[in-house]
């Protein structure tokens, strides 16, 4: 079972990149799969997360609107399309799959989640916003 992130790199402010998140041994409708980034000194948070049961997504204040998550169940491959990129956003962008998203009950927003109960993680790929 493999989490494999790609697609990070340098960019300018104002830019778009699209990363992926390829999954081996599993396949990408049978679990919740979320991103997540941790910049440096920071801790890690969730970034987005697309649910196992229907297509909803939900996402972090910071990421509505500019990020977008999209399922492609023939590649079993989820992409964060990232846009309106700041240097904020510099970090390291990981995918982990689990059993639920955990969100604001009405809402499209996160709450925050429960690490534990992370059942995969990719290793992770960086993106670094150039101002």
């Known amino acids: 079972v493999q989490l494999m992130e790609s697609g990070g790199g340098l960019v300018q402010a104002g830019g778009s990149l699209t990363l992926a998140c390829a999954a081996s041994?599993?396949?990408?409708?049978?679990?919740?799969i979320g991103w997540f980034r941790q910049a440096p000194g920071k801790e890690r948070e969730e970034v987005v997360c697309?649910?196992?049961?229907?297509?909803?997504?939900f996402y972090a204040e910071f990421a509505m609107g500019r990020f977008a998550i999209s399922k492609d169940i023939a590649k079993n491959t989820v992409y964060l399309q990232l846009n309106s990129l700041n240097s904020d956003d510099t970090a390291v962008y990981y995918c982990?799959?689990?059993?639920?998203?955990?969100?604001?009950?009405?809402?499209?927003?996160?709450?925050?989640?429960?690490?534990?109960?992370?059942?995969?993680w990719g290793k992770g790929t960086l993106v670094t916003v150039s101002s």
């Open positions: 982990a799959a689990w059993g639920g998203c955990t969100y604001a009950t009405g809402t499209h927003y996160l709450v925050a989640p429960n690490y534990y109960d992370m059942e995969y």
């Open positions: 041994g599993f396949t990408v409708d049978v679990y919740a």
């Open positions: 697309a649910s196992r049961t229907d297509n909803n997504s």
